[in-house]
């Protein structure tokens, strides 16, 4: 069922082609219509929200939360497509039929590595990876490379306990989890994390989320920053169309969280902690 929620669409009227039209494809959950109408008061041109695809002349750019909005997109319109609050572990293709911009709710390479430099020095760092997150797990390992902190890769067996237990075989003493679903599945998360618990291994996320079931440290973006960031791609690309941002972007200010009550029993100082 098509819902559209349109109220900044007719809020000042002009004529219909003064400005850009851009279609806010979300999926149909009450958190992502929140984050649809927050963006959509950010963006300076006409807009509707929808949670299926408008076939419509008017479009002329498509913003996609998530991954299934851009998949649903992506194969149907020539129009640039903003894909945010992605994960670097979705399966998406830049450029397939028209301009294609990333922004991902996960920080880059470069921002974990320096939050496990600072606070896990001398480490040994497990890390569970498959063919959808390799390339960003090797540019991690990259930029460990020349530190005291390293990272100890073991290619997802479609077993996450198994996986574990070499990892320790291997001397790990953290676990770094990501948002890949194909490893870490909501229903079992739990279940990896009690596990870890009970061996006494740190968990470092990259998801906030997971702070509440046990994870002792999470680095991501904040919701505000990925709004204001995926406002300022569309305003920016159709207010200017010859300067273009970047394909894929990672928020510049990801915010370092902690649980206490882990802190406490790892006794581990985490650095960089947000405000």
Do not use: C, W
Not at 142 to 167: C, M, W, Y
Not at 267 to 275: N, Y
């Amino acid at each position: 069922m098509i819902r559209f929620l349109a109220a900044s669409l007719i809020a000042v009227m002009l004529p219909l082609k003064a400005l850009s039209m851009v279609l806010i494809l979300t999926p149909d959950s009450d958190r992502a219509r929140r984050i649809a109408l927050d963006l959509q008061a950010r963006i300076d041109h006409p807009s509707l929200i929808s949670s299926s695809y408008v076939a419509t002349a008017d479009v002329d750019m498509v913003v996609a939360i998530g991954r299934d909005s851009f998949l649903m997109a992506d194969p149907i319109t020539s129009a640039p497509i903003v894909g945010t609050f992605l994960s670097f572990s979705d399966l998406v293709t830049i450029g397939s039929k028209g301009p294609r911009y990333l922004i991902f709710s996960e920080p880059s390479p470069q921002q974990i590595a320096q939050l496990l430099v600072e606070s896990f020095p001398k480490s040994r760092i497990g890390v569970m990876y498959d063919e959808s997150d390799e390339v960003f797990m090797r540019e991690l390992a990259g930029h460990l490379r020349k530190t005291q902190t390293s990272l100890e890769l073991v290619k997802f067996s479609g077993n996450p306990f198994a996986d574990i237990r070499e990892l320790r075989r291997r001397g790990i003493d953290s676990m770094l989890i990501t948002k890949n679903k194909n490893i870490f599945k909501p229903d079992k998360i739990g279940f990896v994390l009690e596990s870890l618990f009970r061996q006494q291994i740190p968990v470092i996320s990259t998801s906030s989320g997971l702070l509440e079931a046990g994870a002792l440290v999470a680095i991501s973006p904040s919701l505000k920053s990925l709004i204001e960031a995926t406002a300022r791609s569309v305003n920016g690309l159709l207010s200017t169309p010859s300067i273009r941002p970047p394909p894929t972007y990672y928020v510049s200010d990801p915010v370092v969280d902690v649980n206490p009550a882990m802190a406490n029993q790892f006794t581990i100082e985490v650095k960089r902690q947000s405000p």
